[in-house]
Nanobody, 115 residues
Framework: QVQLAESGGGLVQPGGSLRLSCVAS????????MGWYRQAPGKQRELVAT???????NYADSVKGRFTISRDAAKNTVYLQMSNLKPEDTAVYYC?????????WGQGTQVTVSS
C-alpha cells in the first residue's frame, strides 16, 4: 500500500508563495505519475499539475505560469511551487500517485489565500 505524506500548506496573502511537498513510501513498483489535485468548498476535485516518470508535465490552465511542479525520483518526492497566489487558489490540496493502474491519495493539506 503506497502511502503519501504531504506538507507545506498554510495561510498566505494574495501574491504570496508556498511550496508543497509530498513523499511517497511503500511502493513496490515504479511510480508512473505523481501530482497535485485540489478541492475547494462546494466544488469537485480538480487537477492542478502532474509529472510522469518520463518528466511529462501537465498543468491546469488556471495555474500555468504561476505554479511549477517538480519531482525527485530518487526520493519519491513531488513538489509544487506556487507563486502569485490568488484567493481562488484556496482549497485542500491532495497529492496523487499512480502505480501500475492504481491511484493513491494523500490526506490533503489546506492552502488558504487571504488578506
Amino acid at each position: 500500500q503506497v502511502q503519501l505524506a504531504e506538507s507545506g500548506g498554510g495561510l498566505v496573502q494574495p501574491g504570496g508563495s508556498l511550496r508543497l511537498s509530498c513523499v511517497a513510501s511503500n511502493s513496490a513498483f515504479v511510480i508512473y505519475r505523481m501530482g497535485w489535485y485540489r478541492q475547494a468548498p462546494g466544488k469537485q476535485r480538480e487537477l492542478v499539475a502532474t509529472v510522469t516518470s518520463g518528466s511529462i508535465l501537465n498543468y491546469a490552465d488556471s495555474v500555468k505560469g504561476r505554479f511549477t511542479i517538480s519531482r525527485d525520483a530518487a526520493k519519491n518526492t513531488v513538489y509544487l511551487q506556487m507563486s502569485n497566489l490568488k484567493p481562488e487558489d484556496t482549497a485542500v490540496y491532495y497529492c496523487n500517485a499512480v502505480v501500475l493502474t492504481t491511484d493513491y491519495w494523500g490526506q490533503g493539506t489546506q492552502v488558504t489565500v487571504s488578506s
